[in-house]
């Protein structure tokens, strides 16, 4: 009697079959994973759901349980005249334009230097373990501490920054750094890269440390020149960490709020929206409103890393 095919399991039934083991491995993985979860429902997804609940209420500082319901008029209201809320503040959407300006400026500069800091330091040279411990220390200062020095350092009166420009002749007259608009948030940046290329120079150190030696000792034999062999074999290497390295500054840029009030405190020029946030919860006192402005914050920083990831993925699918 012949045999149907469909007598037997085809490939795909066999490859989407759990086995005993398997499924072990499955709750295994759970069980391991529980406690982890457990951990960030406590501190993340609580803090944040209730932090969307008072977004819908009108609480206030002084007594958070004493606030009503007010529905989504923190984010948007019309009154039959005008129209009030986060969503339709212009001080909230400046402080949207800040952010994304301060993150791509500020992220786009560490990763270049960190790229380049990265691969001088991958050359073999004679105190190199020294200066790899010395590059680090900017990453290890706290950023209140960072920010703090910066800010004696760019005052406009007696700061070494300016004395410097002036000694050398590149300016005629102090510059006022943290209080220009037209150059606080250049000073922001500057001393966030300065903080923060070390972070990406290790990681990106880390990375070019694992690349197989055999691409390049063929390279070197071939007569590549190093520039092509940079564009052609490193980078493409490195681009897995250097995702991994940008959505970790993206994220870190997003929700930046330290180095920017202790710089600026909530000046227009430079603020951003953890600073808005902050304003209206503790100086305006309004829960409801700096909840509103939280919420939205979360989600915009939500919405910016799953497209960032979504399309590094797709890049990586298709160099693949």
């Not at 429902?41 to 819908?56: C, E, G, N, Q, Y």
């Not at 007010?70 to 969503?87: C, K, P, Q, R, T």
């Not at 400046?94 to 300006?101: D, E, G, I, S």
Request: hydrophobic share 55%; glycine share 4%; net charge neutral.
């Amino acid at each position: 009697m012949p045999v149907s095919s469909t007598d037997y399991p085809g490939d795909d039934e066999l490859v989407t079959r759990e086995t005993p083991v398997q499924r072990r491995r499955l709750r295994a993985a759970w069980l391991f994973l529980t406690p982890m979860l457990v951990c960030l429902v406590l501190v993340a997804a609580w803090p944040l759901l209730r932090t969307f609940w008072f977004s819908l209420t009108d609480a206030d500082l002084s007594d958070t349980g004493s606030g009503s319901f007010v529905g989504l008029s923190n984010y948007l209201l019309y009154d039959g005249v005008i129209w009030s809320g986060v969503l339709v503040d212009p001080q909230w959407w400046n402080a949207v334009r800040n952010t994304l300006h301060f993150t791509v400026v500020s992220v786009g500069l560490e990763m270049v230097l960190g790229l380049m800091v990265a691969l001088l330091l991958n050359v073999k040279f004679t105190g190199r373990a020294l200066v790899r411990a010395l590059i680090l220390i900017p990453w290890a200062i706290p950023t209140i501490v960072s920010a703090k020095i910066w800010s004696w350092m760019l005052n406009d009166q007696f700061g070494i920054i300016n004395h410097m420009m002036l000694s050398l002749g590149l300016i005629d007259a102090p510059l006022a750094w943290t209080a220009d608009a037209d150059l606080s948030m250049w000073a922001v940046i500057i001393v966030d890269v300065w903080k923060t290329v070390p972070f990406v120079t290790l990681l990106m150190l880390a990375a070019l440390q694992m690349l197989p030696s055999d691409c390049y000792e063929a390279a070197r034999v071939d007569g590549i020149h190093p520039v092509r062999v940079f564009w052609r074999v490193t980078l493409p290497l490195l681009m897995p960490a250097l995702l991994v390295a940008a959505i970790f500054r993206i994220l870190d840029s997003l929700r930046v709020f330290d180095v920017i009030y202790v710089l600026t405190s909530n000046s227009s020029s430079t603020m951003s929206m953890s600073v808005y946030a902050r304003q209206h919860l503790v100086e305006f006192q309004d829960v409801g409103y700096g909840s509103a402005a939280s919420t939205l914050l979360f989600l915009v920083v939500a919405v910016i890393a799953m497209l960032y990831l979504y399309l590094g993925r797709r890049q990586l699918e298709v160099r693949s």
